[in-house]
């Protein structure tokens, strides 16, 4: 049975449970759609294909906010399925929202906190691909051991990916762009698919918010490692 998010012993995280109102129409999504496409979280590993009700790609993606993007990846890329790992009850309740809307079936959602949904529930080369958009960029630099990239996470990752996996991360904060490289360079299990930053890469949707940051000057990094 599924169960919203609960506190572990885990002291060092890289999220805060923010006082979110779920509105009604999320409410009902999580209550009639939950118990097909929510996993409860468990200390076991997880078997895909069985999640998913077959064999195909699969792609994590960490921080999946309100499910903008990972709607709009999930239908362009029917062959691809899609497992969203996010702890706050709204964006599980707007993301199966978009996932009813528009007849998804290669999403599937974890409640919980991703460093512990990685290290217990996902087995070793289980990965086409991870997504980490926009994460919190914890901007204050006593909070920075709190940024959810870290070396230890990282190769925690890699192990997790298949040889060829892409590893994609996106941030608009300058600094933690700098740390995101610099951590994904000198994981040895990865390597860069560009000289330093990529390009924007067509699978990440540009949203409306980065659209509207981007007229306001605003800058978005993308780095995209692969797994060797």
């Known amino acids: 049975m599924w169960h919203p998010v609960r506190r572990s012993e885990r002291t060092i995280r890289s999220y805060v449970l923010r006082q979110g ?5 999320q409410a009902r999504a999580i209550a009639e759609l939950a118990p097909r496409f929510v996993i409860a979280f468990s200390r076991e590993p997880l078997d895909l294909d069985k999640a998913f009700g077959r064999p195909a790609p699969k792609v994590i993606e960490i921080g999946f906010g309100m499910g903008e993007a990972t709607a709009a990846i999930a239908q ?10 996010e702890v706050h009850t709204p964006g599980v309740g707007a993301l199966l929202q978009r996932v009813a809307a528009l007849g998804l079936a290669n999403v599937r959602i974890i409640q919980h906190d991703a460093t512990e949904v990685v290290e217990h529930m996902i087995g070793g080369r289980a990965l086409d691909g991870v997504h980490v958009f926009f994460p919190d960029p914890w901007p204050k630099k006593r909070h920075h051991k709190r940024r959810l990239v870290q070396p230890a996470f ?15 991360v996106a941030t608009d904060w300058e600094d933690y762009a700098q740390q995101v490289l610099a951590v994904l360079s000198d994981e040895p299990l990865l390597e860069n698919t560009a000289p330093d930053y990529a390009a924007r890469p067509l699978v990440r949707p540009l949203t409306k918010f980065e659209g509207r940051g981007l007229k306001l000057g605003h800058r978005v990094w993308d780095v995209v490692f692969r797994r060797l």
């Open 76 to 85: 362009a890329h029917p062959e691809i399925d899609y497992l969203g790992v």
């Open 21 to 25: 109102r779920t509105t009604p129409a």
């Open 154 to 168: 990282v190769e925690m990752l890699a192990r997790r990916m298949r040889p060829g996996a892409i590893l994609h």
